[in-house]
């Protein structure tokens, strides 16, 4: 767990700093830093899609995923709830960008098998690499919501944990095969928040989390008749 702790406190720092750094920066700076962060929300989603597409097995497997998970995330209204929640304790847009964040930090090749690296082998150096691009990360997206970004270094604390837990106790039940699939709906969810950020389509990326556990449930109803 020292991988996931590691990165969870680098979330928190860069948040801390990026809040502190907010302050002296103008707003048409602001703008332009939150501009850029859509723009890489955008491209990294894609660069994800594309990186991880021509290795799936199941290629109509996203689009099933993303049909029924956002389906059922609209009818829950997952995005309205979160919003909600989050004016409790902010007036700002907090919600988009701790969406967006969190999103980047947990749903990514070296967050998620960093998890299994570090429960099979004991090896947190993709949990160290994931660490410092989240501190840079989350610095430059908290300069623009807040510190309110903080609160993402929890979710992703319990998102590499449960992985943790689960590959600790199972072995290798989470396969490469699944990690991929989640791997490219991560990246539709994460450049659809860059569409969000730029103010070009409101995705309600929110509502499309439920997709994330379409793999899931697929793979574990695979493996009842294989």
Avoid: H, W
């Avoid at 502190?20 to 103008?26: E, G, H």
């Avoid at 969810?189 to 499309?208: E, H, P």
């Amino acid at each position: 767990m020292l991988g996931t702790i590691v990165n969870a406190s680098c979330i928190i720092a860069g948040s801390i700093i990026g809040s502190i750094a907010k302050r002296a920066i103008k707003p048409q700076y602001q703008n332009a830093m939150y501009n850029a962060m859509g723009l890489a929300a955008l491209f990294l989603g894609a660069s994800a899609f594309i990186s991880n597409r021509p290795e799936s097995t199941f290629p109509v497997l996203f689009i099933v995923s993303l049909g029924i998970g956002s389906l059922a995330g609209t009818v829950i209204d997952i995005s309205s709830r979160f919003d909600r929640l989050v004016k409790r304790f902010s007036k700002s847009n907090l919600a988009e960008g701790l969406s967006t964040g969190i999103l980047i930090f947990c749903i990514g090749t070296l967050s998620m098998v960093g998890s299994v690296m570090s429960a099979l082998y004991g090896d947190n150096t993709y949990l160290f690499t994931n660490a410092t691009l989240d501190l840079v990360t989350s610095t430059v997206l908290a300069s623009t919501y807040g510190i309110g970004m903080v609160f993402a270094a929890p979710v992703l604390f319990l998102f590499q944990g449960t992985i943790y837990m689960v590959t600790r106790l199972a072995g290798d039940v989470i396969s490469d095969e699944l990690m991929n699939e989640i791997s490219i709906i991560g990246g539709i969810l994460i450049a659809s928040s860059g569409l969000s950020i730029l103010g070009i389509k409101d995705c309600k990326t929110l509502n499309m989390l439920p997709s994330l556990l379409v793999p899931v449930l697929f793979f574990i109803i695979r493996s009842l008749f294989i």
